[in-house]
């Protein structure tokens, strides 16, 4: 199992950057993957992008492609989500997800394929 803990959340205006970080505990030597979700009340939670920890291949959702980027330091354990261009339909509770089991891609979309989550961080961008 893997614990981890998301921060950086917070206001931000529209257009202002913000960057999350997740940092990674216990047993971070069986990661595959990380990545980040978000979830606003009453939606499912959606997938904003990931990364693998040894290679660094990404894999982005479309609404975020060119204003997103994910990275990774595996020195500190830590994935970050550098958010440009924030837009008011960003906020959200944004979510830190661990894989464990080895996959042949990047394209890890959906909260099942998953093992390990953050508690959120709330992200509210205001217009």
């Known amino acids: 199992q893997v614990d981890l803990g998301e921060s950086g959340g917070g206001l931000a205006q529209a257009g202002d950057s913000v960057r999350l970080s997740c940092a990674a505990s216990?047993?971070?030597?069986?990661?595959?993957?990380m990545g980040w979700f978000r979830q606003t009340p009453g939606k499912e939670r959606e997938f904003v992008a990931a990364?693998?920890?040894?290679?660094?291949?990404?894999h982005y959702a479309d609404f975020v492609k060119g204003r997103f980027t994910i990275s990774r330091d595996n020195a500190k354990n830590t994935v970050y989500l550098q958010m440009n261009m924030v837009k008011p339909e960003d906020t959200a509770v944004y979510y830190c997800a661990a894989r464990n089991r080895p996959w042949y891609s990047i394209v890890l979309t959906t909260p099942p394929e998953y093992d390990d989550w953050g508690q959120g961080t709330q992200v509210t961008v205001a217009s």
């Open positions: 216990g047993r971070t030597s069986m990661l595959y993957a």
């Open positions: 990364i693998t920890v040894r290679g660094g291949d990404t």
